[in-house]
Every structure is written in C-alpha cells, then in structure tokens.
Nanobody, 114 residues
Framework: QVQFVESGGGLVQPGGSLRLSCKCS????????MGWYRQVPGKQRDLVAS??????TNYVDSVKGRFTISRDDIYTVYLQMNSLKPEDTAVYYC?????????WGPGTQVTVSS
C-alpha cells in the first residue's frame, strides 16, 4: 500500500509564499498522475493541481498563475504557492490525481492570515 507524507505548511501573511513537499513510499505501481488536494472543515477535499510523469500539469482556475506543481520523480512532488490569499487556507494533501488511494497522509496545514 502506498503512503504519503506531506510537509511545508505553516502560517503566512496574504501575498506570501510556501513550498509544500510530498514524499511517497510503499507499493508504488505507477502514480502516473500525482495531485495536490486541499480541504477546509465541513467541505469536500478538492484537487487543485496535478502533474503527470511526462510533466503535463493542470490547475483549477482559482490557483492558476499562483501555484506551480513539480516532481523530482514518482516519489516526490512539490507545490510552490505564491501570492497566497486567505481563501487558500486549508489542509493540503497529495495523492494519485486519477484514482486516489484510500490511505491519505496526515496533510499539512496552510493558514493565510494577517
């Protein structure tokens, strides 16, 4: 079973930046399309960015131009977040973007506040 560990979150002022990291381990078969998700209390977990093994990226409209997803290999994925807004506040998770594993990582909290 694959495991995910996210890190890099924190408290940042509006307009600031953070870089999230995700390390995968365990029984990794493909993980062709990796994604970053975020969730706020009481709402569903939403996919915000994804990247394939070939480097093709996709973003939801709300983060386009501000977030950049990248990966070193199939085991490590990053999310560079710039020009952060209060509405970006959430717990961020990584997982397969096509077929998320049932075993989600602990996530990393991002709080954007002055």
């Amino acid at each position: 079973q694959v495991q995910f560990v996210e890190s890099g979150g924190g408290l940042v002022q509006p307009g600031g930046s953070l870089r999230l990291s995700c390390k995968c381990s365990g029984r990794i078969l493909t993980l062709d399309n990796m994604g970053w998700y975020r969730q706020v209390p009481g709402k569903q977990r939403d996919l915000v960015a994804s990247i394939t093994n070939r480097g093709t990226t996709n973003y939801v409209d709300s983060v386009k131009g501000r977030f950049t997803i990248s990966r070193d290999d199939i085991y490590t994925v990053y999310l560079q977040m710039n020009s952060l807004k209060p509405e970006d506040t959430a717990v961020y998770y990584c997982n397969d973007a096509d077929t998320p594993s049932a075993s989600w990582g602990p996530g990393t909290q991002v709080t954007v506040s002055s």
